[in-house]
C-alpha cells in the first residue's frame, strides 16, 4: 500500500513539473541589433535573434514584453515564455517576456546611421495613409500624414481636420511635439481623437518595411502607415 501512494505521488510530481514547463520556461537568446522585414499581421521588422545551438540569425515574430529596444544595440536576454490558454485563431500562443537584460552592446557602424538617413529620405515628402490604427482596419477613414525631413514638421489630415506639428526623429525613435489644427465641426463617423492619441503617445519607435510605415508602443505595433503613389 505504501509502495502504491508512494508511486501515485512520483507520478503526480512528474506530471505537474511537465504541465508547468508546458505553461511557463526562462531561457536565453541573442538580439541583434538591426531588425529584418518580415511578414506578420502586414509587411513589418521582426527581430532577429539567436538561441544557444542557433547558427544564424532568424526571425522572432512575437513581441517581447518588459523590453525596450534600441537599434544599434545587440543584447543577450533571459526570456520567459508562458502559454496562453485558448487564444482566438488569430492571437498568438504564447507570450514573451523579458526578465532580464543580461548584456547590452553597442555596435555603432556606418553602414547603421546611413540606413537610418536612408529611411528618413525615404519618409520624406511622401503622403502615408494611416491603414490600421491599433489592430483595426481604418483605411476607409483616409486619415494621412506627410513629413518634411528638412524642416522637421509632420502634416496631414485626421480624417476630419488638417493638422501640422513638429516631429523629431532619433535613430529608431520618433515623438511628435504640440500638434496643432484646423477647426472644421466633424460630421459622421471619424476617427480624430483616436489620431490625436496616437501623436500623445510617449516613447514610439518606427520602421519601414518596404510600403509601410509602422509605429510601435513598447514593442507593440499600434499602426500602419500605407505609401500612396
Same mark, same amino acid.
Given at each position: ?21 508546458? #505553461? ?11 531588425? *529584418?522585414?518580415? #511578414? ?31 537599434? *544599434? ?45 536612408? $529611411? ?11 491603414? #490600421?490604427? $491599433? ?28 493638422? !501640422? ?10 515623438? !511628435? ?15 480624430? $481623437? ?16 518596404? #510600403?509601410? !510605415?509602422?509605429?510601435? $508602443? ?12
Amino acid at each position: 500500500m505504501r509502495n502504491t501512494i508512494k508511486t501515485v505521488l512520483i507520478l503526480f510530481t512528474l506530471l505537474w513539473g511537465t504541465v508547468s514547463y508546458a #505553461q511557463s520556461n526562462n531561457f536565453r537568446m541573442e538580439i541583434k541589433e538591426n531588425r *529584418g522585414d518580415c #511578414q506578420g499581421v502586414a509587411k513589418q521588422k521582426c527581430y532577429l535573434v539567436k538561441y544557444h545551438n542557433s547558427k544564424d540569425w532568424e526571425f522572432f515574430y512575437a513581441t517581447l514584453e518588459n523590453f525596450n529596444y534600441e537599434e *544599434g544595440h545587440r543584447y543577450r536576454v533571459l526570456v520567459k515564455r508562458t502559454a496562453i490558454p485558448n487564444p482566438p485563431a488569430d492571437a498568438p500562443s504564447y507570450r514573451y517576456d523579458v526578465l532580464k537584460v543580461l548584456k547590452k552592446t553597442t555596435v555603432k557602424t556606418q553602414n547603421n546611421e546611413t540606413a537610418v538617413n536612408n $529611411q528618413l529620405n525615404f519618409l520624406d515628402g511622401k503622403k502615408w495613409k494611416l491603414i #490600421q490604427l $491599433q489592430g483595426k482596419d481604418v483605411a476607409k477613414y483616409n486619415a494621412f500624414l506627410t513629413f518634411d525631413i528638412k524642416e522637421k514638421r509632420v502634416s496631414g489630415n485626421s480624417s476630419c481636420n488638417n493638422f !501640422f506639428g513638429p516631429v523629431t526623429f532619433k535613430g529608431n525613435t520618433i515623438s !511628435f511635439g504640440a500638434i496643432g489644427a484646423t477647426m472644421k465641426a466633424c460630421v459622421g463617423d471619424t476617427i480624430e $481623437q483616436d489620431v490625436f492619441k496616437l501623436f500623445d503617445n510617449k516613447g514610439l519607435t518606427y520602421d519601414i518595411a518596404e #510600403q509601410t !510605415f509602422n509605429l510601435y $508602443q513598447k514593442d507593440k505595433l499600434i499602426a500602419i502607415f500605407g505609401l500612396e503613389k
